[in-house]
């Protein structure tokens, strides 16, 4: 069964804490795609990253998030309202939509119901940005951190159930759109405490601690000790994270 994990006030506040705002590198890219720059839509908002990226591209954002915890943590900003709404069914009138974007979050959706509701509030030719961040586990100089990753993290703490993150051009012109894929990669720098907080926002973890395999505690305490060889002391490491962005742009 699908189910998305990041409902739970506790991992609201993980969340906001612990996730890196990467969002900005995706609106440069997306931005040269936008005809109108006067109403944006960011769905899966979580507690506002996303919807605060976004207002870099337009006028004014409407931010919508199916969790009530993760809006209660959502950032602040004179141009982002938010609002508590599935992504499959949002309160907004047809075609009035320039931009609407969804960060890390369609493997949780029905994708029929989400493609039908962004054909319906998009404007012909506006634009549905779709884009992720992966984190492979590669630190800059240390290639055991993957192999941790992948074996000792990725046992403990495995991935729950989700749609997958696939979405290619002959998906998007079936459901009406033009497609564009553009793949890039980012360093981002952590102490040992920041990759701690980083990963306890993941699914993974968060699941873990929801269906109550562990403590939010007991999880924070083994990844520390997990990573304590890779950063010892206040060592500052420089993670790879790969982004992959999905243009998709309703035809007339």
């Not at 409407?62 to 609002?83: K, Q, T, W």
């Not at 360093?187 to 990963?199: C, D, I, K, N, P």
């Not at 973890?205 to 929801?210: F, M, P």
Request: with cysteine; glycine share 10%; charged share 20%.
């Amino acid at each position: 069964m699908i189910r998305n994990p990041f409902q739970s006030a506790g991992g609201a506040v993980r969340y906001a804490a612990g996730r890196p705002y990467i969002h900005p590198l995706f609106m440069e890219r997306l931005q040269p795609w936008l005809d109108g720059h006067a109403l944006g839509a960011d769905v899966a908002c979580g507690t506002g990253l996303s919807g605060v990226a976004l207002a870099d591209l337009v006028d004014r954002v409407l931010a919508f998030d199916a969790s009530a915890a993760m809006l209660e943590r959502a950032a602040p900003h004179p141009r982002v309202i938010y609002a508590l709404a599935p992504a499959e069914v949002l309160p907004l009138p047809d075609a009035c939509l320039d931009v609407l974007t969804v960060a890390q979050g369609i493997h949780w959706f029905d994708r029929p119901r989400f493609y039908a509701e962004a054909r319906r509030t998009l404007k012909p030719g506006g634009v549905l940005g779709v884009y992720d961040m992966f984190f492979p586990g590669e630190l800059e100089g240390q290639p055991e951190v993957k192999t941790w990753m992948s074996g000792q993290y990725g046992e403990r703490y495995p991935s729950p159930p989700r749609w997958p993150y696939a979405l290619d051009e002959a998906q998007a012109t079936s459901e009406g759109f033009s497609f564009h894929q553009e793949r890039f990669s980012h360093l981002q720098t952590f102490s040992r405490a920041g990759m701690v907080a980083y990963l306890m926002t993941h699914s993974n973890t968060v699941a873990a601690s929801d269906e109550g395999r562990e403590t939010p505690q007991e999880i924070a305490s083994w990844l520390d000790v997990g990573l304590t060889p890779f950063l010892p002391g206040e060592v500052v490491g420089r993670f790879r994270f790969g982004g992959l962005l999905r243009v998709l742009k309703l035809l007339a």
